[in-house]
């Protein structure tokens, strides 16, 4: 019998450490289960804009039906860059505004974007095509203007 207890004693860290895995990947499941059911409550997802910046840059979104809605856009050769550029710092200097701001729902204008150019970043015109599109879209899809053309 007082092998047993030796064992067990030895082996009570190791099981102590299993359990609060457990708990804490439950923990964790509970979490995201609730953010998922508090989006489908609303029966809408937020949008929202992540500009990464790795080596390049990419721009990625959280609605999926932007990108079947931009593959009926103008393509961005249809662009200058340069043009894309100014309409895009008027457009986040609004958007970042209204972020936070009472008058503004805060459940369509969820977070700042990150939005620099010259001379600390160089997008390209991918980035920058994507992004305006994107206001485009919102614009189009929330009946808000976000700047007048």
């Given amino acids: 019998m007082e092998i047993f207890y030796s064992l067990m004693k030895m082996k009570l860290p190791y099981i102590l450490v299993i359990f609060m895995m457990i708990a804490i990947g439950n923990t964790t499941a509970l979490a995201q289960n609730k953010v998922k059911n508090s989006n489908s409550a609303n029966g809408k997802k937020n949008d929202m804009v992540h500009i990464?910046?790795?080596?390049?840059?990419?721009?990625t979104f959280n609605d999926d039906r932007f990108h079947s809605w931009l593959t009926k856009q103008k393509p961005k050769s249809?662009?200058?860059?340069?043009?894309?550029?100014?309409e895009n710092l008027q457009y986040t200097s609004e958007w970042n505004r209204r972020v936070g701001n009472p008058e503004f729902d805060s459940d369509l204008y969820v977070e700042h974007i990150d939005y620099q150019i010259k001379p600390k970043?160089?997008?390209?015109i991918d980035v920058?095509?994507?992004?305006?599109?994107?206001?485009?879209?919102?614009?189009?899809?929330h009946e808000k203007i976000l700047i007048k053309s």
Avoid: A, C, P
Avoid at 52 to 59: G, I, L, M, Q
Avoid at 128 to 141: D, H, I, S, V
């Fill in 52 to 59: 990464t910046d790795h080596k390049s840059f990419e721009v």
């Fill in 78 to 86: 249809k662009y200058l860059q340069s043009s894309l550029e100014i």
């Fill in 121 to 124: 970043r160089h997008y390209g």
């Fill in 128 to 141: 920058n095509y994507k992004l305006y599109m994107y206001f485009k879209y919102f614009e189009e899809k």
